[in-house]
């Protein structure tokens, strides 16, 4: 909004930085930070009076999580107030793709918020039954397809080459299925306090690097990856991102005054998947969040022998649980899991250049 106000008003000194991307990628990244943190403790503590017992504890996981009881969640909702409040404040509001990557956050989060609120009021696991809530999340995510894809090819890249393959109209499904699987990834990775917070930040901040250098074709040229025109701006929603990532992990480290629950977590993951489709690096989001990846495939592991065999491959899954069964203590579990992300960022910033 102010980038408008800029361009309209012909700002100049130090307000002309109001047009740099750089500069307003940084001004999302603190704005987000400072709401967060102003809105959080009262936040919490209308949660906490509303909900009453907090987020059901599954009795069968590992009992040190019991001490857990009464923790407020639906903590998700503070991060969605800092997020919009910043990204709408800082971005281009004539980019399309923003607008794309918001529309799958507050979807996915309005989803996340009906599955959460089912299971405070009922105090269950069960939520809004899973084939509604993918029907829901396949909408939001075809929708939000087909206002990316009418700004860009229809190509997958390859990274570490210089190769695409053309997707053609598939590209529509794969776009929606990279969105709804990288919601619901970060969604079952989001276990321990947090340990899926820190890896959506560490995420968010690596392709704001790359959305930034994908929207500049001089750069985009030189690293030999796509250029995708006004894909610069993604950065601002990364950086929106995260600073309301580190404002609520100020409330949700060990141990967690709250939990951003569905809301949260499907919303950030959705977010993280419109934001590699527009600026076409699905793969890369693959390795970048990895970690999302191993969470996600562990539960379909676990429940395709379960059913065939009667066994477990892992002791509970996802398989951060696991870990936690073998002894190992939450915080080594989350610091071990954050290092694992911050190796694949790395990895993932690699491909700009190995082609």
Sequence with gaps: ???????????????????????????????????????????????????????????????????KRGTPTMGGLMILIALVLSVVLWMDLANRYVWACLLVTIGFGVIGFMDDYDKVTKYSHKGVPGRVRLLMEFVVAGIAAALIVSQINTHLYIPFTDRYIPLGPFYYVFAAVVMVGAGNAVNLTDGLDGLATMPVIIASGTFALIAYLVGRVDYAHYLGIPHVPGAGELAIICAGIMGAGLAFLWFNAPPAAVFMGDTGSLALGGALGAIAVSAHHEIVLAIVGGLFVLEAASVIIQVFFFKRTGRRVFRMAPIHHHFE????????VVIRFWIISIVLALVGLSTLKLR
Excluded: C
């Design 325 to 332: 069964q073998l002894g190992w203590a939450e915080s080594t």
């Design 1 to 67: 909004m102010l980038y408008q106000f800029a361009e309209w008003f012909h700002f100049s000194g130090l307000l002309n930085l109001i047009r740099y991307q750089s500069f307003r990628a940084g001004a999302a990244l603190m704005t987000a930070l400072v709401v967060g943190l102003l809105i959080g403790p009262r936040f919490i503590n209308m949660l906490r009076v509303r909900q009453g017992k907090g987020q059901p504890i599954r009795a069968d996981g590992p009992q040190t999580h019991l001490a």
